[in-house]
């Protein structure tokens, strides 16, 4: 996870995130990937504005764009996606709400929220073809040792849904520094091939 300068996105001055995903070698006998994904944010609404996701994976390999209007409640997506040979492409247009994260952008935007009446909160998630529910819920404090430091941190459970499914679509664990900074600490959870889980390296201050 890294958050680069911020930058114009059209005339939007915009955070900048990026993520990588990759298998552990020993997982790789089973299933290969090696994922990106980058989320330019505006500054001052913390609304996604534009979402990139490039995916080679064992089975598949994905590369998707999308754009947010904002003023026409409106998501563009172009995407190409090659899986067992046959490579599918789609252009599409599709209403978004009123607010929203993207598949990267929440991550932070959970950072930036105050847990100190312990309350849970939902908002939703849009992806390259549907919209998640995500529901945020505080679960304490914790010490957490990362190689041969302790840190103080806050512990936040995120579940993905559809709304009115009753089956969840994947679950993440965050470690956030119990501070104003609320740096990632550690984070882990089950997706659709398995769990995923990472900690915190190295810290650098732009």
């Known amino acids: 996870l890294k958050t680069l300068p911020v930058i114009n996105i059209g005339s939007k001055r915009s955070y900048h995130f990026h993520s990588t995903l990759k298998s552990s070698k020993f997982y790789e006998i089973l299933y290969k990937l090696n994922d990106s994904m980058e989320s330019y944010v505006s500054v001052d609404k913390f609304i996604p504005l534009k979402f990139t996701l490039v995916q080679r994976e064992s089975k598949k390999s994905v590369d998707s764009l999308q754009l947010f209007d904002h003023d026409e409640k409106q998501a563009f997506q172009w995407l190409k996606q090659v899986k067992k040979g046959k490579e ?68 936040v459970i995120a579940t993905n849904s559809f709304p009115g499914a009753k089956k969840k679509k994947g679950e993440l664990t965050f470690w956030f520094s119990n501070d104003h900074e609320k740096r990632i600490l550690k984070f882990k959870g089950s997706i659709k091939i398995g769990t995923v889980e990472g900690e915190l390296i190295k810290y650098t201050k732009q």
């Open 88 to 155: 599918v492409n789609h252009n599409s247009k599709r209403f978004i709400p009123g607010f929203f994260q993207d598949g990267l952008s929440y991550i932070h935007f959970i950072r930036g929220l105050e847990f100190k009446n312990k309350k849970t909160l939902k908002f939703p998630i849009v992806t390259k073809k549907k919209i998640y529910l995500s529901t945020v819920r505080f679960a304490g404090t914790e010490k957490i040792k990362l190689g041969k430091i302790w840190y103080k941190s806050i512990k």
